[in-house]
């Protein structure tokens, strides 16, 4: 008897000890995974005068002005216009996504930098598209003046260009507002 007596402390002990450890004689139920996120989660929401373009094959998306045009899934349009020519219209941007190969955006940014070679006034500076370092680089020589950002996300390279773009005007241009949402709205899915 005086054995159980002894034991009975003990087993009080070691149930103290579970408790305080949160070990129990029962399981507890496996939480539910948690939900994935939705586009609606993750992409801006398009409003009157605010589309949304949703590249889901390309893994992005972003707002733009209503007003402009996206019949092309990778390009928007600022004043498209109609007739035949090389110009579809006033300004706009390209959307071009590549593998990666294990290169950051800044290797992206030196290489096109590099390849210009002297003589031309080729400036760069760093800014956070959803959380990923993007380098942007104006006055690489090219057909149109055109501000290149390099974004590397998931070891893909998400290059946008925006066309034409003239630094020194006197006002704002419609392209720098575009440049200013796109950048600001900009998601990976």
């Known amino acids: 008897m005086k054995t159980n007596q002894r034991l009975i402390p003990i087993m009080m002990a070691g149930i103290l000890i579970q408790m305080a450890c949160g070990i129990s004689g029962t399981t507890t139920p496996p939480r539910a995974p948690s939900q994935v996120p939705t586009l609606e989660d993750i992409c801006p929401s398009p409003t009157a005068r605010m589309g949304v373009l949703t590249n889901t094959e390309e893994g992005y998306c972003l707002l733009y002005p209503a007003e402009y045009s996206t019949t092309v899934s990778h390009f928007i349009v ?7 020519g090389d110009m579809p219209g006033d300004a706009w941007l390209n959307i071009a996504v590549a593998p990666a190969s294990g290169r950051t955006a800044a290797q992206f940014a030196d290489e096109a930098i590099t390849a210009a070679g002297d003589g031309f006034n080729i400036t760069s500076f760093d800014r956070d598209v959803d959380g990923e370092q ?10 149109d003046s055109a501000r290149y950002v390099f974004i590397v996300h998931n070891d893909r390279l998400y ?4 066309t034409p773009w003239y630094p ?3 006002d704002p241009t419609p392209l720098e507002d575009l440049f200013t949402m796109v950048m600001d709205t900009f998601r990976f899915l």
């Open 168 to 170: 020194n005007a006197a």
């Open 78 to 84: 600022i004043n498209p216009i109609s007739s035949p």
């Open 159 to 162: 290059n946008l260009v925006f």
């Open 134 to 143: 993007a380098v942007v680089v104006d006055g690489l020589p090219g057909q």
